[in-house]
Every structure is written in structure tokens, then in C-alpha cells.
């Protein structure tokens, strides 16, 4: 379950985004750009998404718009990705998570067959979980979601026929509800890395 090379029944269009426009007020601010083992949270997130099977990869920035894409671009620059990174500016994100998901659904080439989804202060995802995550998704699957000790993580792996329901969602809740009244249709990949839950919340967890 490698990223290897698609096979011939697999989507080939896909694209990833971040949504990175939280303002971290629990955290007391500029969260993502706080430091993180020798880099940015944004850093390690934007690692691990680079290498998910999307062409392109996009932030979604809102709070500290400026400064998070600024923090963006040096990291694409420096690892050779600045061709695949596109910065989007979620205008409302004030308006919660939702706001900032309808902007990134919005901001997709035509043609776009699905989405990795990945949060942008979870800098402890394996990188090779979005690869995984394509391989276990099944043809009449409409997403695949990794699981850990029972619980569902992230990133997330949803088709285009979600996004119309994507683009409905309001407030400060995610996908959440939606992948769960999939059923079936969701894939659920087991993994022993419990970075698929792990969160940066409040500066303690920075240790």
C-alpha cells in the first residue's frame, strides 16, 4: 500500500488541500507557524502532503493569511514543490472550518476527481498515509478515512461526487457527519501511527 504508481483503475486527477486558516485562539495565536522540530507545524504538514498522489497542493489560509502563505511558498521553494503549491484565501474563515472547505472545493480545476484532505496543525501524519488511503478505496467508494485504536483520523480521501454535500457544509464543523452516514461507502484503513489523530490544540502539545 505504498505511493507507488496508480494502477489503471484508479482516479489519476486528484489534488490535495490544507485547510490552514484557523486563527489558534486556544493556542494564543499564529499556531501553525509556531516551531516544530526544527521547522513550522505548517512545514511538517505541507511534508506529509507534498507526498500524497495529487497534482496539486493546495493552502487554504484565513487568519494570518499573509504570513502562513509567506511560511507556504519558502517550504515549496526550498523542496523543489513550488510548482504544485497554490495558496487560496478563505475570506470568511472566520465563519468557521466549513467556510474555509467551500473556498478549497471552489478553488479545484475542472475535472478534478477528488481530494486529499489534510489539517493544517497535524504535523505528525505519516507521509505515506494519503498513498495508503488510495489503495484501500474501493470502486463504488466515495472515500477513505485512516483509523486508529477505533478512532477516524485524518488526512481523508473524498471523490467528487462529495463535493456538492462539501460545499453545504456550514459552521465550525468539518466532514465529520458526512463521512460517517457514508457506510459502506467509506473505506477505513487501520494503522498502528497514532499521528492520524494527533492535533496541536494548545501550546502544550507543542512537547
Known amino acids: 500500500m505504498a505511493t507507488g ?4 483503475s ?8 490544507i485547510l490552514a486558516a484557523g486563527s489558534g485562539s486556544r493556542f494564543g ?12 507545524v505548517l512545514e511538517a504538514t505541507l511534508a506529509a502532503a507534498f507526498q500524497a498522489p495529487g497534482r496539486s497542493v493546495r493552502v ?12 507556504a511558498r519558502a517550504y515549496a521553494d526550498r523542496t523543489g514543490q513550488a510548482g504544485r503549491l497554490k495558496i487560496v484565501h478563505a475570506a470568511a474563515h472566520a465563519d468557521g472550518l466549513a467556510a474555509s472547505l467551500k473556498v478549497g472545493i ?14 493544517g496543525d497535524m504535523p505528525l501524519v505519516p507521509p505515506e498515509t494519503a498513498g495508503q488511503l488510495l489503495a484501500v478505496l474501493g470502486p463504488d467508494q466515495q472515500a477513505a478515512a485512516p483509523l486508529f485504536e477505533g478512532q477516524r483520523g485524518h488526512p481523508v480521501l473524498m471523490m467528487a461526487s462529495l463535493f456538492p454535500a462539501l460545499a453545504r457544509l456550514t459552521g465550525d464543523r468539518g466532514a465529520g457527519a458526512l463521512l460517517t452516514s457514508l457506510g459502506y461507502a467509506l473505506a477505513l484503513m487501520e494503522t498502528g501511527d497514532p499521528g ?3 492535533d496541536i490544540d494548545r501550546r502544550e502539545d507543542l512537547e
Do not use: C, H
Open 29 to 40: 495565536g499564529r499556531k501553525l507557524l509556531a516551531p516544530w522540530r526544527g521547522g513550522l
Open 106 to 119: 471552489e478553488s479545484l480545476p475542472d475535472g478534478a476527481e477528488g481530494i486529499f484532505l489534510f489539517l
Open 60 to 71: 487554504v489560509t484565513g487568519a494570518d493569511g499573509q504570513a502562513v502563505g509567506d511560511a
Open 10 to 17: 484508479r482516479p489519476r486527477r486528484l489534488e490535495t488541500l
Open 5 to 8: 504508481a496508480l494502477s489503471e
Open 196 to 198: 492520524v489523530l494527533k
